[in-house]
T-cell receptor
Framework: AQSVSQHNHHVILSEAASLELGCNYS??????LFWYVQYPGQHLQLLLKYFSGDPLVKGIKGFEAEFIKSKFSFNLRKPSVQWSDTAEYFC????????????FGGGTRLMVKP | DGGITQSPKYLFRKEGQNVTLSCEQNLNHDAMYWYRQDPGQGLRLIYYSQIVNDFQKGDIAEGYSVSREKKESFPLTVTSAQKNPTAFYLC??????????????FGPGTRLTVL
């Protein structure tokens, strides 16, 4: 069965620090990759996605992620975080042989100290 | 205002009672999904529906039931058979399932607490 791992469950950073959240998945076939963000009290919303093409994907609010197929990874990065980035971040993978079903990682709670 | 609505936002239930969570979308999406979110476990798929009058079990369907009588609506019933129902429930929808360009969009969620 497909699985998605987010190794960092809680991350605490100061403002202006750089961020990298890890995401690894187990499926070896063609996949689509997503990062979702859940700000306190808000909907889960799409941050960025990768379907094909350039493996470096840019999303909203200065976030980017890099798909490294050989490492089965899709890590999320931001060069300089802000207090408003405090949220929970979820990586999700869709196996293209399994319809539109997403498998989510366990989430990473990011707290940015002002 | 387009989007996905879930009601109620908070729900309390006594043990042994069934309860139904509402999910409505006006995005004209064919596919709809129910997830359960627990701390540290991410989102787990309960049920999904790719088209009206059809639905499939997800990874953790036991103790839950759904219906899809209308395209816009996909209610979830948490039955008394669900052993650990206290959780945050998220509904999502997407354009026709299976197309590679689809993205799932989420509602605001319902927090269910069993007393």
């Amino acid at each position: 069965a497909q699985s998605v791992s987010q190794h960092n469950h809680h991350v605490i950073l100061s403002e202006a620090a750089s961020l990298e959240l890890g995401c690894n998945y187990s499926y070896g076939g063609t996949v689509n990759l997503f990062w979702y963000v859940q700000y306190p009290g808000q909907h889960l919303q799409l941050l960025l996605k990768y379907f094909s093409g350039d493996p470096l994907v840019k999303g909203i609010k200065g976030f980017e992620a890099e798909f490294i197929k050989s490492k089965f990874s899709f890590n999320l990065r931001k060069p300089s975080v802000q207090w408003s980035d405090t949220a929970e971040y979820f990586c999700a993978v869709r196996n293209n042989n399994a319809g539109n079903m997403l498998t989510f990682g366990g989430g990473t709670r990011l707290m940015v100290k002002p | 205002d387009g989007g996905i609505t879930q009601s109620p936002k908070y729900l309390f239930r006594k043990e042994g009672q069934n309860v139904t969570l509402s999910c409505e979308q006006n995005l004209n999406h064919d596919a709809m999904y129910w997830y359960r979110q627990d701390p540290g476990q991410g989102l787990r798929l309960i049920y999904y529906s790719q088209i009206v009058n059809d639905f499939q079990k997800g990874d953790i369907a036991e103790g839950y039931s759904v219906s899809r009588e209308k395209k816009e609506s996909f209610p979830l019933t948490v039955t008394s058979a669900q052993k650990n129902p206290t959780a945050f429930y998220l509904c999502a929808s997407s354009r026709t399932s299976g197309m590679s360009t689809d993205t799932q969009y989420f509602g605001p969620g319902t927090r269910l607490t069993v007393l």
